[in-house]
C-alpha cells in the first residue's frame, strides 16, 4: 500500500499521473453514549487500507491513499456534544482544494471513500466542481452502502448495530457499555423522500436501532466483506478512470 505521507515528491511525482488517489473521508461526532466520536473516519480508512492491502498489485494502476479527513458536515449533532464540524460549504471548499492540490502535482484521479452520511451531498458537489474546474476524474463512494452486496448485514444506521459491530471488530476499547433499548426508536419517515430535523435526532437520542445486539465477531465478518467489495470497485475504478 503506497501512503502519500510516506511517499517523497519524486516518487509522488513518477506515480501521480497513472495512480488513483483515495482518500478516506469521516467525521468527528457523537457517536450515542457507546461509540468513540472517531467513528467515522476511523472506519472510513480502515477498510480503504484493508481494501488496498487486499488487491495487492491487481489494480492497472498504482493506487495511494491519501491522510484521512476526519471532519465533516456534522452540524446536526453538535447539540448532542463531541463534535467537532465543518459546515457543509467549508467542507465542500476544503475538498475542492484538495482536488486541486492534486491536480497541481499531477494528479489526475481520486475516489472519496466516505463514512459519514452527512457528507454525502457534499461529496457529490465537490466532485462535480473539481472534474470541471481542475480535469481530474472524481469518484465517490459511501462505503457502507457496499453492505449490500454482503446480503447479511442490517440496514446501516448512525451508531447502531451495525457500526458499533465495526468498531468492536476494530478496538472493542473504543466501544463503551450499552444498554438494550425496550423499543427501538425512529424518526419520521416518507417513502422516496429524504427528511431532515432537529427534532429526529432528538427523539433517537442521537443514534439508531440496537447496538446492544452487536457482537466482535459479525463486526469482522462484516468488515472484511466490506472491505472485499471496496476492493473491487477499486479494481473496476482503475479501469474506469
Known sequence: MIQWQRTNRTEL???LPEAIVILPIGATEQHG???ATGTDWMLAQAVTEQAVRQLGDRAARPLIVAPSLPYGASDHHLPFGGTLSLTPETLLAVLIDLARSLAASGGRRLVLVNGHGGNIGVCHAAAAAAS???DVN???VDYWRLARDTGTTPVPGHAGMFETALMLAQDEALVAERHP???TPAGP???DVQLHTAESWR???GYTDQPALADAETGRVWFNQLATA???RLLELAEAL
Do not use: K
Request: charged share 30%; proline share 4%.
Open 138 to 140: 472524481v469518484a465517490h
Open 181 to 183: 433499548r425496550d423499543d
Open 189 to 191: 419517515t416518507v417513502d
Open 13 to 15: 511525482t513518477q506515480l
Open 132 to 134: 470541471s474546474r481542475y
Open 203 to 205: 427523539q433517537i437520542d
Open 33 to 35: 453514549p457507546h461509540l
Open 230 to 232: 471496496l476492493g473491487d
